[in-house]
Each structure stands twice: as C-alpha cells, then as structure tokens.
C-alpha cells in the first residue's frame, strides 16, 4: 500500500469521528475529517483521496449527492457510506450512484477497519483509477467490463473501440472518416460507411446511451460532455 494513504471521513457526529479517526489512524494512512458537505467538497476536489467514508445524513445536505458529484467528475476512489438502520433505499441509492460498500450503525469499528482494508485493496490492485464514470455508467477498458447502474453490458470489440474513442473526446466531434480509419486498422483497403452507423446505433442501444451519443449530421459523432 502506499505511503501517505489519505481518508476523508464525513461524520457529523463529533465523538463518533473521533472514534473513526483513531480507529483508521496508521503510520501510511493521514487521516482528515469534515463535518459537512461543504468542507468535504473542498478536501475532496483539492486532493483526490484514497478512500471515503461518508455518512449519509448532514446537516447541510444528503451525503448521496457528493456521491453522485464525485463519480460524474470521473474520481473512482471507493466510497463507504455509513447509514442508519432506517435508510435502505438511501444505501440502495448510494451503491446505484457508484458507492462501494455500507456499513449501518450501530457498527463494530474492527468490522469498519476491515471493510476500508478491502476496498483498498481492491482499488490498488485493479487499477481502479482507469475506470471512467459518468452518471449510470462506468467503463472499465483494462479488463473490459462496462455496466449500466450496475449490471454488465456485453460489447463488441469494436464498440468497446468506438467507445474508447468517444468517451476518451467527450465533448469533441469525431468526423466519420476519422472513426472509421480508427476503428478498422486491419490493412482493409474498402469499409463500408454503413459500418460505422450500424455500430453507433448498437452501441446506443446496448448503454440505453442516445442521450449521450450524438450524431452532428455532415459531421461524425460526439460523447455529450456534461457536468454531471
């Protein structure tokens, strides 16, 4: 694990943070706590940590609209999120919107302690960091999984190209002849236009993405870039 691995943790209630704080505390970990929302934002935004803890109710707002804020700027370190035992749909909500874990209170702190471990863990050694997310979506190229709030979607090796190239250029028009030379390197003297058109139009299909894929017409194709 690396040496000054940040946490931030998001609690309100100041003896069960301090509680946290000791209990997360070693000699690679610096530990930072907030109290609100609006702190969190600024810790978070200033220095990307290696893990959140979230509490779901504060006083300034819902912890699952910085949930949704961070996966929508593309940040994909793992968020936990602790609840109470009468929020279900909120923890429902908040692994939908791209949390990686809950715990429910009241919590053993060595379970807690475990659970952060994990997800570590599993953020270091699957490159987590590559995974690109925006809204429902999450798409990770390195081992080629690609869901729609959760749930896999199977794609073609070419639409996982297509979508490489319009993902990677959000916000930039593609022109047709450009996605066409990208897409089909085998040394093909002759492709098809069509091609291309039946490609965009399954891969629309497949991430229920017609919001996002746009055709400029006389043009090519753009990934909608949006702020969410």
């Not at 912890?63 to 909120?90: C, H, M, Q, Y």
Request: glycine share 6%.
């Amino acid at each position: 694990m690396p040496k000054n691995t940040q946490i931030v943790i998001v609690e309100d209630d100041r003896d069960l943070c301090t509680g946290l704080c000791k209990a997360l505390k070693e000699d690679t970990r610096s530990i930072v706590s907030c109290e609100n929302l609006k702190s969190a934002r600024e810790q978070i935004f200033l220095s990307d940590p290696a893990l959140l803890l979230l509490d779901i109710n504060l006083p300034d707002g819902n912890g699952l609209d910085l949930v949704k804020e961070i996966r929508g700027k593309n940040l994909s370190f793992p968020i936990i999120l602790l609840s109470a035992n009468d929020t279900d749909a909120d923890v429902v909500r908040g692994l939908e919107l791209g949390a990686d874990d809950y715990v429910t209170k009241p919590f053993s702190l060595s379970v807690l302690r475990a659970r952060v471990a994990t997800q570590l863990r599993k953020h270091e050694a699957t490159g987590a960091g590559d995974v690109i997310r925006i809204g429902d979506y999450a798409f990770d190229f390195d081992r080629m999984l690609f869901t729609v709030q959760g749930e896999e979607i199977t794609l073609s090796k070419t639409e996982q190209r297509l979508l490489k190239l319009l993902v990677s250029n959000r916000g930039v028009t593609l022109s047709r002849d450009e996605l066409i030379d990208r897409l089909w390197t085998d040394g093909a003297e002759y492709v098809d236009e069509n091609a291309l058109s039946v490609a965009i139009k399954r891969l629309r299909d497949k991430l229920s993405a017609k919001d996002y894929i746009r055709t400029v017409y006389g043009l090519g194709y753009q990934w909608v870039k949006s702020d969410e």
